[in-house]
């Protein structure tokens, strides 16, 4: 699956690995294990199996596969473009094979045109996958984690050592306070609700922590959504306007 995005801080999205896997609190109302069961039901052949219906909502059932039909998709993008990898999956997540995050990264070194966004909630190999490459990266490959509360600020940690020319962090869905924050080397930070059926709520004193850290360490800062059963009427607007900030050109490794 690949193709334009309404994802407000992405251009287009690209997703080679089909199937996930549950790993926190952020992943419980993951629209993407919704968007996968609606896909298998239509008969899209990527996506048989990778999800069950549990409790009367679709789960993950940790079936993982490469989409032979999307893997190459970037090449044929001429257009620069920001491509979020594997927005509905996890490149870095246990089951995918190391073989096979080879093959994305291969695509990806062939198309510098683009500047490619890996998020994972699994920094950790990222960072070994990155620092046996050291000091070779691709710097058009920016890598980011997502971390959903303070319980999770070990992965900023281990984004921080990945080699990188841009590295961010998606606290997105934003579900408990992170307060006090490390961003050292650290160049951009995605904020936002959750949003779907079942959205759990956001408080506006945890996006003035993020944000006010953002201030005071130099980290652009994007405020995505505040989410909800119905992010459009909610909408991105924070203390009277919309942040769009973007990591510097150039940012350094």
């Known amino acids: 699956m690949a193709g334009l995005s309404e994802i407000e801080w992405t251009d287009a999205t690209w997703n080679p690995i089909v ?6 609190p952020g992943c419980t109302n993951c629209y993407a294990m919704r968007m996968a069961a609606r896909l298998q039901a239509m008969g899209a052949q990527s996506y048989q199996g990778v999800t069950r219906k549990s409790g009367g909502r679709f789960v993950w059932t940790g079936k993982l596969r490469v989409n032979e039909r999307a893997i190459k998709a970037p090449l044929s993008w001429k257009r620069p473009k920001k491509v979020f990898v594997n927005s509905m999956s996890d490149l870095f997540q246990e089951g995918v094979a190391d073989k096979d995050v080879e093959r994305v990264w291969k695509v990806m070194a062939q198309a510098p045109q683009h ?8 920094p950790d190999r990222m960072r070994d996958f990155l620092l046996k490459r050291s000091p070779d ?8 984690a997502s971390v959903e509360s303070g319980d999770y600020l070990s992965r900023i940690d281990d984004l921080r050592l990945a080699p990188a ?21 650290i160049h951009w930070a995605i904020v936002g609700g959750e ?8 408080d506006e004193a945890w996006v003035d922590d993020l944000h006010d850290e953002c201030r005071r360490q130099n980290v652009a800062f994007f405020f995505k959504q505040w989410g909800g ?5 909610t909408g991105r607007r ?3 306007r919309t942040w769009d900030e973007y990591p510097a050109e150039g940012a350094s490794a």
């Open 137 to 144: 990266i691709l710097p058009h490959v920016w890598v980011g």
């Open 115 to 122: 500047q490619f966004q890996i998020l994972t909630k699994r």
């Open 19 to 24: 199937g996930c896997t549950m790993v926190s």
């Open 229 to 233: 059963t119905n992010k459009k009427a």
């Open 165 to 185: 020319a841009v590295r961010f962090v998606s606290f997105e869905p934003l579900i408990g306070r992170v307060g006090t924050v490390n961003l050292q080397d």
């Open 195 to 202: 949003s779907g059926p079942k959205a759990r709520p956001i």
């Open 238 to 240: 924070y203390r009277g």
